[in-house]
């Protein structure tokens, strides 16, 4: 939130998408509930300060389309986070748990 109580909209790159043919669905707009209203384009163009502003637009970004999520692979350098990757619940299969007894 910023100093007058309004949620901060993430910052998207859009240069990436000037080039790129358009399959027609990246104009349709999705109402995203406490993000506001966004094209696909917008949405792959996003970037976020932090993995917990990441997991809320997408987990709410799933609800309005209709589906769940759950967490996929990451990347980390130096204890960051540089890369996270939510997927499909239907998605595959989770990876097993590391036991403790390994």
């Known amino acids: 939130m910023d100093a007058s109580g309004n949620e ?9 998408n ?3 043919p ?5 104009d349709v707009k999705v109402h995203v509930p406490r ?8 949405i ?11 997991e ?6 799933s609800v309005a389309v209709g589906f769940g999520i759950r967490k996929g692979d990451k990347a980390e350098s130096n204890g960051l986070i540089r890369r996270r990757e939510w997927v499909c619940n ?7 748990k590391k036991s403790l007894e390994q």
């Not at 358009?22 to 990246?26: A, C, K, P, T």
């Not at 993000?35 to 917008?42: I, Q």
């Open 56 to 61: 809320s637009f997408y987990a709410a970004y």
């Open 35 to 42: 993000h506001g209203n966004f094209s696909v384009s917008d």
């Open 90 to 96: 239907k998605e595959g299969t989770r990876k097993a």
């Open 44 to 54: 792959e163009a996003m970037t976020f300060n932090t993995v917990d502003e990441a």
């Open 8 to 16: 901060e909209q993430p910052t998207m790159d859009t240069s990436e």
């Open 22 to 26: 358009s399959s027609g669905f990246e």
């Open 18 to 20: 000037e080039e790129q």
